[in-house]
């Protein structure tokens, strides 16, 4: 007995002993190997994105980990820096890219890693790449479309392909990244992301993978998301709920976007020297489609199948009793002329406007009141918006086709046919307006022209026009029965407008015909021939042109039209007036004063 528990004694001391030397043997062997696969495996990370990139980028990082049981390793201080030495020599050849990248981040996570396979077969593959918090900057070169030479353009694969026969990376995630695009002559970021996250899936390099059509970038996708970005500065909240996108789908929909003014109008306006229009944006959601994002990266063109946008509901509003900025020319800012400025060429086959509802709201000191003019569901489609050189070359018409619901009441269909090519910014537009009854539109009329119309209805509105910076010229069908209108003038200090009565009965018995047409007669034309001051807009002009024609067919075509240089002027002697009355009746009220004592 005491024979066989001495026997198991031995037996288990030869057990740990054994057990003890081979933990010590294999401890040995896992530095050895970290000692010896560390620096291999930092010198051909370095390599493979020299020889990948043809020498453009540059690989640096601090200290590289490795757990050799587990497959995972970690890399500190990592950034990848393009050599602006091959930069020049590929622009000098005509094959530089649009686009360099720097990339810094302080950790990046290799997880699965086969590091057997990866030394002794030349094969990669690893579960998953990621790096949390990087800095990430695109900077954009305005340089000219590279010259492709398949003669002796190398696929990634086959620069890698020396020391490497495949790397296959299942995921790689890209956590809160700070993301600036950024101009490369001025080095300013022309936009900054905050919180990006991105997602590449299934990224596989090998000898048929650089031949397969279904990848992009040898991967099945990139996906990208941003969520909860706000931002304010001294007028405006933004927001906007989450961008999300795919490479591979080529698509991205932003959704929840607003940008909220953080004073009422009145206010807001009298914060600014000068008159400025105040927004009041918030859209549902904004998706692109058939995004040619390969071309925006090789050549810095963006170009979308279609863009949709809405629903949606915009207020604009803008302070009449401020003056425009000086030397202040808004025809630059007509669509398709701003689109002509944009440093980013654009082509977008169809913009899709879906159920928008749109308020634009002036207020006239001269009244003190605020009148509203309503589009609402507003949709339609504009075909062909570009500012490339060579699609324009090939159809210099933009195309938009639109109906709204106007003042809540009526319908009204409108097509414009912009000219992309022409440099006073021409554009022809023609449709027509549904029956209403007129006075509907004394919301407008009273507190900004100061006429309240009494009776008249409208059977249609068709125009025809075409127009430029310079001003419009066409012509006006106004259909319309039984009108009559009443001249009001302003009250004092905010008090109810009041009518001019012998005015009103000389402009309804001389001047204003009761229909159009008249019993036995023909239908009027309205001839549109109006000059648009720099301060007019590209909305005010396209509806200033109708609007003149209105008057024509009315009679009122001999009462000039005030510019809005005209009408400030008129208000800047309104002000003046006002303020002389108030000193006239503090002083007559001083005056009692002083006799009663």
């Given at each position: 007995?005491?024979?066989?528990?001495?026997?198991?004694?031995?037996?288990?001391?030869?057990?740990?002993?054994?057990?003890?030397?081979?933990?010590?043997?294999?401890?040995?062997?896992?530095?050895?190997?970290?000692?010896?696969?560390?620096?291999?495996?930092?010198?051909?990370?370095?390599?493979?994105?020299?020889?990948?990139?043809?020498?453009?980028?540059?690989?640096?990082?601090?200290?590289?980990?490795?757990?050799?049981?587990?497959?995972?390793?970690?890399?500190?201080?990592?950034?990848?820096?393009?050599?602006?030495?091959?930069?020049?020599?590929?622009?000098?050849?005509?094959?530089?890219?649009?686009?360099?990248?720097?990339?810094?981040?302080?950790?990046?996570?290799?997880?699965?890693?086969?590091?057997?396979?990866?030394?002794?077969?030349?094969?990669?593959?690893?579960?998953?790449?990621?790096?949390?918090?990087?800095?990430?900057?695109?900077?954009?070169?305005?340089?000219?479309?590279?010259?492709?030479?398949?003669?002796?353009?190398?696929?990634?694969?086959?620069?890698?392909?020396?020391?490497?026969?495949?790397?296959?990376?299942?995921?790689?995630?890209?956590?809160?990244?700070?993301?600036?695009?950024?101009?490369?002559?001025?080095?300013?970021?022309?936009?900054?992301?905050?919180?990006?996250?991105?997602?590449?899936?299934?990224?596989?390099?090998?000898?048929?993978?650089?031949?397969?059509?279904?990848?992009?970038?040898?991967?099945?996708?990139?996906?990208?998301?941003?969520?909860?970005y706000q931002a304010k500065d001294k007028m405006y909240f933004k927001k906007l709920d989450t961008i999300t996108g795919s490479l591979v789908n080529r698509n991205v929909l932003l959704k929840g976007f607003k940008m909220i003014p953080r004073y009422?109008?009145?206010?807001?306006?009298?914060?600014?020297?000068?008159?400025?229009?105040?927004?009041?944006?918030?859209?549902?959601?904004?998706?692109?489609?058939?995004?040619?994002?390969?071309?925006?990266?090789?050549?810095?063109?963006?170009?979308?199948?279609?863009?949709?946008?809405?629903?949606?509901?915009?207020?604009?509003?803008?302070?009449?009793?401020?003056?425009?900025?000086?030397?202040?020319?808004?025809?630059?800012?007509?669509?398709?002329?701003?689109?002509?400025?944009?440093?980013?060429?654009?082509?977008?086959?169809?913009?899709?406007?879906?159920?928008?509802?749109?308020?634009?709201?002036?207020?006239?000191?001269?009244?003190?009141?605020?009148?509203?003019?309503?589009?609402?569901?507003?949709?339609?489609?504009?075909?062909?918006?570009?500012?490339?050189?060579?699609?324009?070359?090939?159809?210099?018409?933009?195309?938009?086709?639109?109906?709204?619901?106007?003042?809540?009441?009526?319908?009204?269909?409108?097509?414009?046919?912009?000219?992309?090519?022409?440099?006073?910014?021409?554009?022809?537009?023609?449709?027509?307006?549904?029956?209403?009854?007129?006075?509907?539109?004394?919301?407008?009329?009273?507190?900004?022209?100061?006429?309240?119309?009494?009776?008249?209805?409208?059977?249609?509105?068709?125009?025809?026009?075409?127009?430029?910076?310079?001003?419009?010229?066409?012509?006006?069908?106004?259909?319309?029965?039984?009108?009559?209108?009443?001249?009001?003038?302003?009250?004092?200090?905010?008090?109810?407008?009041?009518?001019?009565?012998?005015?009103?009965?000389?402009?309804?018995?001389?001047?204003?015909?009761?229909?159009?047409?008249?019993?036995?007669?023909?239908?009027?034309?309205?001839?549109?021939?109006?000059?648009?001051?720099?301060?007019?807009?590209?909305?005010?002009?396209?509806?200033?042109?109708?609007?003149?024609?209105?008057?024509?067919?009315?009679?009122?075509?001999?009462?000039?039209?005030?510019?809005?240089?005209?009408?400030?002027?008129?208000?800047?002697?309104?002000?003046?007036?006002?303020?002389?009355?108030?000193?006239?009746?503090?002083?007559?009220?001083?005056?009692?004063?002083?006799?009663?004592?």
């Amino acid at each position: 007995m005491e024979q066989e528990k001495s026997g198991n004694k031995r037996w288990w001391k030869w057990l740990l002993g054994s057990l003890i030397f081979f933990l010590f043997l294999l401890g040995g062997t896992v530095i050895y190997l970290h000692a010896k696969w560390k620096p291999v495996i930092a010198e051909k990370l370095k390599a493979g994105i020299l020889e990948g990139s043809g020498g453009l980028y540059t690989l640096n990082f601090k200290d590289i980990h490795l757990q050799l049981f587990s497959g995972t390793a970690s890399i500190d201080e990592m950034s990848l820096s393009p050599d602006t030495a091959v930069f020049n020599q590929l622009k000098l050849q005509g094959k530089a890219p649009i686009h360099l990248f720097q990339l810094k981040v302080k950790k990046l996570q290799v997880n699965h890693l086969g590091l057997v396979k990866a030394y002794f077969k030349k094969t990669i593959h690893i579960n998953s790449i990621v790096l949390d918090q990087p800095s990430i900057n695109m900077i954009h070169y305005k340089l000219k479309k590279k010259i492709k030479d398949s003669t002796n353009s190398k696929t990634v694969y086959q620069l890698l392909s020396k020391s490497l026969r495949s790397l296959d990376i299942d995921a790689i995630r890209i956590v809160n990244a700070d993301f600036d695009y950024i101009d490369a002559a001025s080095q300013q970021p022309l936009h900054r992301i905050k919180k990006l996250n991105l997602n590449i899936k299934d990224l596989l390099i090998d000898s048929l993978s650089q031949f397969d059509t279904t990848r992009f970038l040898y991967t099945k996708d990139i996906s990208f998301e941003v969520n909860g970005y706000q931002a304010k500065d001294k007028m405006y909240f933004k927001k906007l709920d989450t961008i999300t996108g795919s490479l591979v789908n080529r698509n991205v929909l932003l959704k929840g976007f607003k940008m909220i003014p953080r004073y009422p109008d009145l206010k807001f306006s009298r914060m600014h020297a000068y008159g400025k229009d105040r927004y009041n944006l918030d859209f549902d959601q904004i998706s692109l489609r058939g995004v040619d994002f390969p071309g925006f990266l090789d050549e810095g063109t963006f170009h979308a199948k279609k863009i949709s946008i809405g629903p949606a509901k915009l207020g604009i509003f803008l302070n009449r009793e401020l003056p425009p900025p000086p030397n202040l020319n808004k025809g630059k800012n007509f669509p398709h002329l701003a689109l002509r400025r944009l440093n980013l060429p654009v082509i977008v086959d169809t913009l899709k406007i879906d159920n928008i509802d749109l308020a634009y709201t002036e207020y006239n000191p001269i009244s003190q009141q605020k009148g509203t003019i309503y589009f609402q569901n507003l949709q339609g489609q504009v075909l062909h918006v570009s500012n490339d050189s060579l699609t324009v070359l090939k159809n210099k018409y933009a195309i938009a086709n639109l109906s709204a619901l106007v003042m809540k009441k009526s319908r009204i269909d409108i097509k414009i046919d912009f000219n992309l090519t022409d440099p006073n910014g021409a554009f022809h537009y023609s449709g027509g307006v549904a029956a209403m009854d007129l006075t509907d539109l004394n919301v407008i009329s009273k507190p900004l022209g100061l006429i309240e119309i009494e009776s008249g209805k409208m059977q249609k509105v068709d125009f025809d026009i075409q127009a430029n910076t310079h001003g419009s010229k066409g012509k006006v069908h106004f259909y319309y029965s039984d009108l009559k209108v009443k001249l009001l003038k302003e009250g004092e200090d905010g008090a109810p407008a009041k009518k001019k009565g012998l005015l009103s009965f000389l402009a309804n018995k001389l001047l204003i015909v009761d229909a159009n047409p008249l019993k036995g007669e023909a239908p009027r034309t309205g001839i549109v021939t109006f000059e648009r001051s720099p301060a007019a807009s590209f909305f005010n002009l396209l509806w200033k042109g109708v609007f003149v024609g209105m008057r024509e067919t009315v009679g009122l075509g001999i009462v000039p039209v005030k510019t809005p240089e005209k009408a400030m002027e008129v208000i800047k002697d309104k002000k003046e007036e006002r303020k002389e009355k108030r000193a006239k009746r503090e002083q007559k009220r001083a005056e009692r004063r002083k006799n009663k004592t």
